[in-house]
């Protein structure tokens, strides 16, 4: 198999992992960035045939164009963790081994999808699934979409669908009018994010509201909203919903990293950088807080509700099981292409589960890449 070496090797190319290559190549190192998605940019710039660069990530591709001790990996999985400072990849299909010096995760976060009833459906995405589909070229013009969930994503994925012509019917905000109203006047603290909220607009925005239910019959044509245990019906054709965000751990739990889910205490700033991370991460904080998932966000929906919807199974199908890995073992929950990333989130919160250790291969990959991986493994006279 063949072996790439890396003085820093860094994994994620979004903006924290884009600008962490730029930092490092300058130092002369050879360095490898490695994302699996076929264009670097990550969440926030991310790229399509309707989305050009970000000027931001624009800058990046010409200042870094020229660099040949940066190597770019995109459409790249990382597979597994093998130990001796290895990453096992699969790139085109071909296994590979990249062995590091220095690594660094920039892996960001994915969106927290809660399942209802009605959420396989055609039609029913996440909320940032549905942005990330519309900048990769998805169109929605004249489409009724509801945006649902919780936090401020909401209003970006209203604001991308409604740019591309969307008809958005209803912005549908789990966390009561109090904690949005808090959290708006916090917004003094970040003029930016303050000037974000009030280009990307609040209307048709309802609080302390949940979906429960998507109607249809071959695709969504309506949705059931519910709002102090009243429900109303709004027909769309689309939904859109997702409840925050989790980190993308898994790597870094595999590797053995100590994971903060505080965020880490606020410590007194001494440099320019660090007052602006602990300026950042008490934004986080307010975010966490505001957008807290209540009881009507938690409350579990009908044990006939499709679960892992990889392997088709239901919430009721599991709930009698102890903890993640004896629902996986015994119904198959979470073995699927999405590897738990949805189900096994809605599950521990849910079932008040510890999450499951990190377990190789990472992403489904082709069963060359570990024979390969394996054989690389093995000592010569086995
Ligand atoms: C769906 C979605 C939409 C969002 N939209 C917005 C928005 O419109 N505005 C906003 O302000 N914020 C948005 N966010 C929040 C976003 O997380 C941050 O704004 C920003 O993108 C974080 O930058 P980052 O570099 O830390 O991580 P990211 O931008 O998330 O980049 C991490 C990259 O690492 C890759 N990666 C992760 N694990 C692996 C692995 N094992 N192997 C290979 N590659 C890997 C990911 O695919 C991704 O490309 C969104 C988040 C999500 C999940």
């Known amino acids: 198999m063949t072996i790439e070496h890396a003085d820093i090797a860094i994994v994620g190319a979004g903006p924290a992992g884009l600008s962490a290559a730029r930092t490092a190549a300058r130092s002369g190192a050879r360095v490898v960035l490695i994302d699996d998605n076929p264009r670097p940019g990550g969440q926030i710039w991310r790229q399509g045939p309707a989305f050009a660069p970000a000027a931001r990530l624009r800058r990046w591709l010409d200042e870094t164009r020229a660099q040949p001790n940066l190597v770019v990996m995109n ?16 790139r085109e299909g071909e296994p590979l081994t990249l062995a590091w010096s220095k690594l660094i995760l920039a892996t960001g976060a994915r969106e927290r999808l809660l ?5 396989t ?27 649902a969930g919780s936090g401020p994503l909401l209003l970006a ?14 912005l549908i ?24 909220a009030a280009a990307l607009g609040v209307a048709c925005y309802r ?16 949705v059931t909203i519910r709002t102090r245990g ?14 925050g965000l989790v980190p993308n751990a898994t790597l870094a739990l595999a590797l053995g990293c100590a994971i903060d889910e505080a965020g880490g205490a606020i410590r007194p700033a001494d440099a320019r950088p660090i007052r602006e991370r602990e300026r950042w991460r008490a934004f986080a904080g307010r975010v966490a807080r505001a957008f807290e998932l209540g009881v009507a966000a938690r409350a579990m929906p009908p044990a006939d509700t499709v679960l892992c919807r990889c392997e088709d199974v239901t919430l009721g199908a599991i709930a009698s099981h102890a903890d993640w890995r004896d629902a996986k073992l015994q119904t198959r929950c979470g073995m699927g292409p999405c ?17 499951a250790s990190a377990r190789p291969p990472f992403v489904p990959i082709r069963i060359d890449t570990l024979i390969a991986a394996r054989d690389a493994a093995a000592p010569p006279d086995a």
């Open 75 to 90: 459409a790249t999985k990382v597979a597994a963790a093998t130990g001796d400072r290895r990453l096992l990849l699969e």
């Open 115 to 119: 399942p209802f009833e009605g959420w």
């Open 121 to 147: 459906l055609p039609g029913v995405t996440g909320a940032g699934g549905l942005q990330a589909l519309v900048k990769g070229g998805l169109p929605v013009r004249g489409e009724r979409v509801v945006v």
């Open 157 to 170: 994925v209203a604001a991308t669908a409604r740019r591309h012509g969307a008809d958005v019917r209803a």
């Open 173 to 196: 905000e789990q966390a009561s009018f109090g904690q949005v109203a808090k959290f708006v006047g916090s917004l003094a603290r970040t003029p930016g994010k303050l000037a974000q």
């Open 207 to 222: 609080t302390a509201s949940v979906v429960v239910k998507a109607h249809g019959a071959a695709r969504v044509e309506a």
């Open 230 to 243: 009243l429900d109303t019906t709004i027909e769309a054709d689309r939904v859109a919903c997702g409840y």
């Open 339 to 355: 590897q738990g990333r949805i189900c096994g989130e809605a599950a521990c919160l849910w079932f008040g589960w510890p999450r």
